[in-house]
């Protein structure tokens, strides 16, 4: 039990003895009744079981308070409405004429009955609110209290504090780190800007996919140039009061300027900077009020006060145009996922701390995990440790390597899934069907793994196709050889089974939405055109709400349709043609699946050069 548990307990037994207290004392001013009545009482005078009688007699009315002692020792009292009849009782009984006094009732002293209650009360209300205030102090102190809503919720970072980052921490991002150097040379050195009469950007919003590492990116900006750093991201201005947002937003420039030279930085700012005007809350709504402040703070900064601002999001589409104008985020910088070299370096930085055995390549590692972003990379080592441990081993070897590769790009394999013979076969058919076109297209991009073991996502067994090389543009060429490939699996079930199964409606549903891309997005078509047909991927409620009706006439959509439907058509048949002349290879390996439930690149590719 920690000592603010013990000191919260204190208080409540603290509090509990002043009200039994409180309970006490209200008792002995009041007095309690008993069950003994005049009825009783005349009925043992008579009997002689009385030895004495006190009678307190109030001043002014007649009633009074009566105690009686008994032979036996014991007592009794009771309310007696007219002591005169008491007395007159007592003075018909021999032994008793002389055995009672009357007193007039003593009045309780103001202490008890003004002073103690009013004591005990405010004793009260003090340890309660002494309790109370520790209570907040123990859960955070100022932001913790009830009536903080105004106040800002960012998060200081120091250069001196540990969890500061510099540009050493940040791989894979040469071309940013360079563009983002002068930034710090100015809030190192602003003289030399300022005698020139340059202005350094106001803002910078950082663009670019999930786990790109811009937050890291904005942390060593902050760090290189020895300046605070404020982070905070853009649902914390928001709250269900009116005006709290706005409220936040004053405050944190407040700090920010008390700082300044510094950094602020705004990570998803797309959920507080959204275009206005595309709610149902018109511009009463909170969001906007909040945005509206933003703009007015950003816009209201001196020429060169020190305070830059950084945001950050992957939605950079969907942005008020008013954030976006020169003098409020005047630079642009896109963080894009890293090419090879640069995944190289980032899980050279990831694997620091961590012993990896002889075995691992991290050149290897790096070309076969194209795609990946800074996140991705380091969730992959992440997973490799932990099977590492897991299995009691000291070193990371590339097999673990290998194994989370796996888990994080198609899912964990479910070894103890029970399934069919027949299930199993169809599998390998189906497997084996999208291995050969992988291997045989120049395009796609050879085959790094092939299974059978059902997988996480609901699937029977999968391969794995791995990309040699980066390239920023894909071919028309290269589109459709995808689609062969994905189609193969249903291929071959028709080939070796007199039926087809259920197995395939995601690898059509894949060839049918890269078929609908090439007709509608990217002009692949002669017969529809280099014309954008496609659906936006944004609709603002309240702007385009009612509007969901598409753009283009009945005719245009059926051609299209029927340009998408020979594509695949197309496609089918060629790669129909080509699982026909390599159907040995095809029946070696599903056998071979079949037997090993895996097959690696080597043992596929074997395969091949026995045909």
């Known amino acids: 039990m920690n000592k603010r548990m013990k000191t919260g307990y204190g208080y409540y037994l603290l ?20 069950n003994y009545n005049f009825t009783q009482f005349q009925q043992d005078v008579q009997k002689g079981k009385i030895s004495f009688v006190e009678i307190l007699q109030n001043e002014e009315v007649p009633t009074g308070r009566v105690n009686v002692t008994f032979d036996s020792g014991q007592t009794a009292s009771f309310y007696a409405t007219d002591v005169k009849e008491v007395e007159k009782l007592l003075c018909t009984v021999e032994g008793l004429q002389n055995n009672y006094v009357m007193k007039d009732v003593q009045k309780p002293s103001w202490i008890l009955t003004t002073l103690l209650p009013c004591g005990l009360g405010v004793l009260i209300i003090f340890f309660l609110f002494s309790f109370l205030s520790a209570q907040s102090q123990g859960q955070g102190g100022g932001n913790a209290k009830m009536m903080n809503f105004g106040k800002s919720r960012a998060q200081r970072i120091d250069p001196q504090d540990p969890h500061s980052k510099t540009f050493a921490d940040v791989a894979g991002l040469k071309e940013e780190k360079e563009e983002l150097a002068e930034i710090v040379d100015f809030l190192a050195d602003p003289g030399k800007y300022t005698e020139i009469g340059a202005r ?31 982070s905070l991201s853009g649902s914390d201005f928001v709250e269900m009061f009116v005006g709290v947002g706005a409220s936040r937003v004053r405050d944190m420039f407040a700090e920010a300027k008390k700082s300044a030279p510094c950094i602020v930085f705004i990570d998803e700012i797309d959920a507080v900077a959204r275009r206005r005007g595309s709610g149902l809350g018109g511009g009463h709504d909170e969001r906007e009020q909040t945005l509206n402040q933003m703009l007015v703070e950003m816009d209201g900064f001196g020429v060169n ?16 145009p008013a954030i976006l104008r020169p003098g409020r985020f005047d630079r642009r910088i896109s963080v894009g996922r890293p090419d090879v070299r640069g995944r190289e370096e980032i899980l050279q930085v990831h694997v620091k701390g961590k012993p990896l055995s002889d075995d691992v390549d991290l050149k290897r590692v790096a070309q076969t995990t194209v795609g990946f972003a800074g996140a991705d990379l380091e969730n992959l080592v992440n997973e490799a440790a932990i099977a590492c441990a897991k299995d009691g081993r000291k070193c990371i070897s590339q097999a673990d390597i290998d194994r989370s590769f796996i888990k994080v790009g198609i899912g964990a394999e479910k070894k103890s899934r029970v399934i069919s013979e027949t299930d199993k076969k169809i599998t390998a058919y ?9 291997h045989v ?5 050879p085959v790094h ?15 794995m196709p791995v990309p040699e090389k980066d390239e920023m543009h894909v071919t028309k060429g290269e589109m459709l050889q995808q689609i062969m490939a994905t189609l193969g699996g249903r291929i071959a079930e028709s080939l070796i089974f007199d039926d087809i199964t259920t197995g395939a409606s995601q ?6 939405s890269t078929a609908r891309d090439m007709v509608t997005k990217y002009g692949f078509s002669e017969n529809v055109g280099m014309v954008n047909y496609a659906d936006s991927d944004e609709v603002f409620v309240g702007r385009d709400y009612g509007h969901t009706s598409r753009s283009f006439s009945e005719e245009v959509a059926k051609n299209i349709d029927a340009e998408v439907k020979g594509i695949i058509d197309d496609c089918y048949r060629e790669a129909k043609k080509l699982l026909e002349e390599n159907m040995e290879v095809l029946h070696k390996t599903a056998r071979l699946l079949i037997e090993n439930e895996r097959v690696t690149r080597e043992e596929f590719e074997a395969l091949f050069d026995g045909q």
């Open 449 to 463: 793994i092939i299974s059978v073991i059902p997988t996480g996502e609901g699937a029977a067994g999968y391969t």
């Open 430 to 438: 189906h497997e084996a069907g999208h291995a050969i076109l992988f």
């Open 200 to 230: 350094i950007p106001k803002g910078i919003i950082l663009v670019g996919p999930p786990g790109t590492g811009k937050t890291l990116l904005a942390k060593a900006i902050a760090g290189e140039a020895g300046v605070p750093f404020f």
């Open 305 to 320: 006060e020190g305070i830059i601002v950084m945001a950050a999001t992957n939605r950079v589409d969907i942005l008020d």
């Open 507 to 512: 690898d059509i549903k894949q060839a049918t």
């Open 15 to 34: 509090i509990l003895i002043i009200i039994v207290a409180a309970v006490y004392f209200s008792s002995r001013i009041s007095g309690s009744q008993t």
């Open 441 to 445: 297209l120049p395009k796609v991009g």
